[in-house]
């Protein structure tokens, strides 16, 4: 075997061969995938525009967000909208409210005002009690926070005609009649930050 000398040429010339063959396969694989990734996310021009939207939407946000803080300070109030119809239960505009306004009142204490046209106490003292344990669980601290029914803190109307607008509701309640402006709702065309 010493004196047999065996020709590896051969079999180091197909080796190359398939490295190189292997090399081009991984170099186009490489590329096809990079071209693919460079497209971004879209796969249409629809897609390709509600991208570029929701990018001039995130620019402006952290000053919308600052300006919508800023309100719920000075509003602090939760509404009949904020639970489900008929129930005690909050409803999603309400989980979403509340979890605004939770961190909120964990920093600054204060009062949530809850604004209702309900006569129903039984209903309204469970929708406070379900408000402070949804806000209680959310680790808000409860003891710098106190919850009333009342109007909201925002600039709404005058003061004489939101008690005009609700002894006006009172009374068509009681009587059974449609509101005067021909709305169902609460009996007066608004103002009042719900």
Known sequence: MIGKRRNLEPAIVHNRGRCRAVAHVLVVSFLAFAAAGCNGSWRNATQLQLTRMEEGKNQ?????????????????????????????????????????MAPLLDTYG???????????????????????????????????????????????????????????????QKSGAAPANGLSGSGFSGGLNR
């Open 60 to 100: 402006f946000g952290a000053y919308r967000n600052h300006m919508v803080n800023n309100a719920i300070l000075h509003d602090m109030s939760i509404a009949d909208i904020h639970f489900i119809p008929h129930s005690i239960e909050l409803s999603g505009t309400g989980v979403a409210r509340l979890d605004r």
């Open 110 to 172: 204060g009062i949530v005002r809850y604004e209702t046209v309900l006569m129903d106490d039984e209903m309204i003292a469970s929708r406070l009690d379900q408000v402070r344990e949804y806000l209680d669980l959310t680790g808000c601290d409860m003891s710098r926070v106190e919850l009333k029914v009342m109007l909201s803190g925002g600039r709404g109307m005058p003061a004489s005609d939101a008690i005009q607008g609700e002894e006006n509701l009172a009374a068509q």
